[in-house]
């Protein structure tokens, strides 16, 4: 769906337990550009509602009876809405990642996380007005100027909790299998599991960089490149063949080089 500046999202809220139903509906009316559409109890019902009736976003309980709120999304009509799961089980939160959820809310939510989520879905989906009369000027992806409102972290899951790691603390990120290894500057390192894919969706562009099918890379934190590797905090990563290029040229662009 097209999205302007003034116009509000459309939504449904979607939760078997009724007090958490009533909290969202209740949060949604707070929200100037939000307009709801539905409530319902049960997922077949708001299936049927949303596929006779588009709407901008959708709030749903993961652990729902006889279709969940995973299951239900993925019977959605493509291109669908964005979605925000709601959840009091930490444990979905990668399953919600890989289905490209908008967020992710662990229950009790309170008003400034759902607020959080919900602005993030409005940014991504109203881009910025260019200047009247000026065409942009063509500028390397560093030099952009952050998005209103742009996340500084990601959330990821760390055996049974989210934990939230600032992207400015992140040196690389390592592949292992099913999991990421994330090494941070405080010489930390948090194993999740998560897809590369994912990760590289959520990581901003203009500061990190894939380099290998195992590695991903804040470019910040490179110390010299040399001979089909990059040195970051004394470690030596290697540069894949298939990633080389689109690196090289990155870091030009960036002036890095």
């Known amino acids: 769906m097209e ?6 999202l459309s939504c449904v809220v979607i939760d078997d337990e009724p007090l958490a139903l009533d909290l969202l509906v209740g949060y949604c009316a707070q929200v100037p550009f ?5 409530q319902f109890h049960d997922a077949l019902a708001a299936l049927s509602f949303v596929q006779d009736h588009p709407v901008d976003l959708l709030f749903v309980d993961i652990h729902m009876p006889r279709l969940s709120g995973l299951q239900l999304v993925q019977l959605l009509p493509q291109p669908g809405p964005r979605v925000i799961f709601t959840t009091a089980y930490d444990q979905y939160a990668v399953r919600s990642y890989e289905l490209s959820a908008a ?7 309170a008003f400034d996380r759902f607020l959080q ?14 200047a009247p009369d000026k065409l942009p000027e063509p500028v390397g992806p560093a030099l952009l100027p952050p998005a209103a409102g742009a996340a500084d972290a990601m959330f990821v899951k760390n055996e049974h909790r989210l934990q939230r790691v600032a992207f400015a603390d992140i040196l690389y990120i390592e592949g292992m299998k099913e999991y990421l290894m994330i090494y941070t500057a ?6 999740t ?16 960089a894939r380099i290998h099918k195992s590695f991903i890379v804040a470019l910040g934190r490179i110390e010299h490149v040399e001979r089909g590797k990059v040195q970051v905090a004394g470690r030596l990563l290697p540069v894949g063949d298939a990633y080389r290029d689109a690196f090289m040229g990155l870091i030009r662009t960036q002036n890095l080089l």
């Not at 939000?34 to 539905?38: P, Q």
């Not at 967020?103 to 939510?109: F, N």
């Not at 599991?193 to 990190?208: A, D, G, I, N, T």
Request: proline share 11%; aromatic share 8%; net charge positive.
């Open 193 to 208: 599991l998560q897809s590369f894919r994912r990760v590289e969706e959520v990581l901003p562009p203009e500061r990190f």
């Open 34 to 38: 939000l307009a709801l559409k539905g």
């Open 117 to 130: 989520a919900v602005n993030k879905v409005r940014t991504a989906a109203v881009p910025p007005a260019p």
């Open 103 to 109: 967020d992710y809310l662990l229950k009790p939510i």
């Open 186 to 191: 405080d010489g930390s390192k948090i194993l």
């Open 3 to 8: 999205f302007t500046a003034t116009r509000t």
